[in-house]
């Protein structure tokens, strides 16, 4: 079992940064790739970005490449966001999820544990 907590999210103006977290406690996240996903009003939660175990490689979505940066700190069972250039329809809930193998993927059913969500806001 593992749980997600997210966090880092706010409001921020269109040009700025935000860093959110994803914190893990279980034991199986230690073989874990995760995933990050959005979901904006009214529309379907999308995927955003994902990274594999132990963390060599990436998996961006077209719209993120560039400004968004995936990381992992393996010691601290966490996963970083790095958001930079935000713009407004970066605006939504960001999910973190955690998949039972190594493989990043941009599939949501490919992930078994999903966080809470935390809300990025970017105005215009």
């Known amino acids: 079992q593992v749980q997600l907590v997210e966090s880092g999210g706010g409001l921020v103006q269109a040009g700025g940064s935000l860093r959110l977290s994803c914190a893990a406690s279980?034991?199986?996240?230690?073989?874990?790739?995760v995933g990050w996903f959005r979901q904006a009003p009214g529309k379907e939660r999308d995927f955003v970005v994902s990274i594999s175990w132990p963390g060599r490689r990436t998996y961006y979505a077209d719209s993120v490449k560039g400004r968004f940066t995936i990381s992992r700190d393996n010691a601290k069972n966490t996963v970083f966001l790095q958001m930079n250039t935000l713009k407004p329809e970066d605006t939504a809930v960001y999910y973190c999820?955690?998949?039972?193998?190594?493989?990043?993927?941009?599939?949501?059913?490919?992930?078994?544990?999903w966080g809470q969500g935390t809300q990025v806001t970017v105005s215009s």
């Open positions: 279980g034991r199986t996240f230690s073989t874990s790739a």
């Open positions: 999820a955690a998949r039972k193998g190594p493989d990043p993927s941009n599939e949501e059913y490919e992930y078994d544990y």
